[in-house]
């Protein structure tokens, strides 16, 4: 059974390891990708729901791997796959959610549940299967004792606990120091392929750690909690556009950057989880169709531009769909961010060239 907190239960059958876990409940509205999704640090402590209904089609790779495990806390799907076919298969999805001990539910009504979720908003759940089973009233009382997401620190428990190296494929161009909120492996390789070294720091790297590695730019990651909670973040980066150092930041550290810049932070009603999210760009009206996964949001409305204590700034992308902010630039200042994924594995290509302006900011900087 999934078991929401409101009380609301859907049925289904075992999948992966039997048990249960407990998160918050979110879906994705993605038709491919389900590995690097389940992979992917800011998905930690949450239940995700594939609204494709066929998953694990194409089995499990070593390759393709956004951490190193799967992050979620447990996993339902509509109609999984018997066998998986595909030449880069190594293993089934099943197979992988047992070995990693994901608690997990098969043949739920995945559409029912979605539809839940958008009219009621995310909330609190839990998978229960085997002896974990147990009377409803039990199991609700068990969801509603669980966590929040609004006010959870989640970025320190999901950071590398020591710096490392992505060095840059071919000649070296520039040198970034990239703060790890949740990094997806994608993106250090993203920014190796245009000549940039990637230095992956620990969250809580302070300012003089920065400056040591002589970086020409700095980078936010993507990450799982409530921006609000990353004060140390937002004191670091306040900090840094102090210096004018080039800084580029994606989902969370787009949040982290509207904090610095004074904007406030607030949770959406069920997200923004997928690969087919069309973005508005305020500039050029050209529409991007990107990869998302955040369930917290910047206050501001699309082409607004306000003041802050670096300078001008602008909301320089919004969503197309409900016209939240998808991105915030500096008008006078080598800074920047976006709400989506333009590392997009998998998903579509639309905002890599993103990388390309972190790299002419560095090099305008020298």
């Given at each position: ?17 039997t ?18 999704t ?7 402590r ?10 694990g ?44 001990g994901?608690?997990g ?12 979720v958008?009219?009621?908003?995310t ?14 009233k ?30 840059a ?18 993106t ?5 392929l245009?000549?940039m070294?990637v ?11 920065v ?26 980066v306040?900090r ?49 169709i ?19 204590d ?18 915030l630039?500096?008008l ?31 090099e305008g900087?020298?």
């Amino acid at each position: 059974m999934l078991v929401l907190e409101d009380g609301r239960i859907f049925h289904g059958a075992e999948f992966g390891r039997t048990g249960s876990c407990l998160g918050e409940v979110v879906f994705t509205t993605g038709m491919t990708g389900y590995q690097e999704t389940l992979t992917d640090p800011s998905y930690h402590r949450q239940i995700v729901v594939s609204t494709a209904p066929q998953i694990g089609n194409t089995g499990w790779n070593d390759e393709d791997d956004e951490s190193q495990h799967i992050w979620v806390a447990g996993y339902a799907v509509r109609d999984p796959a018997r066998m998986p076919s595909s030449w880069r298969s190594r293993r089934s999805l099943e197979a992988e959610l047992v070995d990693q001990g994901v608690v997990g539910i098969a043949g739920v009504d995945t559409r029912g549940l979605t539809r839940h979720v958008r009219e009621h908003g995310t909330m609190r759940g839990g998978i229960f299967s085997g002896s974990a089973l147990s009377a409803p009233k039990r199991m609700v009382a068990q969801v509603s004792a669980g966590p929040r997401g609004l006010g959870a620190e989640l970025a320190t428990q999901v950071t590398t606990c020591r710096p490392y190296v992505v060095p840059a494929r071919g000649r070296k161009r520039f040198t970034v120091a990239a703060l790890d909120l949740g990094i997806k492996t994608n993106t250090p390789r993203m920014m190796a392929l245009r000549g940039m070294e990637v230095h992956i720091l620990p969250s809580s790297t302070p300012l003089d750690e920065v400056l040591a590695i002589g970086a020409d730019g700095v980078f936010l990651s993507n990450g799982p909690g409530d921006p609000a909670t990353a004060d140390a973040q937002v004191e670091l980066v306040r900090r840094i556009l102090d210096r004018r150092i080039p800084l580029f930041g994606i989902c969370f550290g787009n949040q982290i950057l509207g904090r610095a810049l004074g904007r406030e932070t607030y949770k959406l009603r069920y997200g923004h989880r997928g690969i087919n999210i069309p973005v508005v760009d305020a500039t050029t009206g050209a529409v991007a169709i990107t990869a998302q996964n955040h369930g917290f949001a910047v206050e501001g409305e699309p082409g607004e531009e306000f003041a802050t204590d670096f300078g001008p700034a602008a909301v320089s992308h919004h969503c197309a769909n409900d016209c939240t902010v998808e991105g915030l630039r500096l008008l006078d200042r080598p800074a920047f961010s976006v709400q989506f994924h333009p590392e997009s594995a998998a998903g579509p290509h639309d905002a890599a060239p993103l990388f390309d302006h972190f790299a002419q900011l560095m090099e305008g900087d020298r």
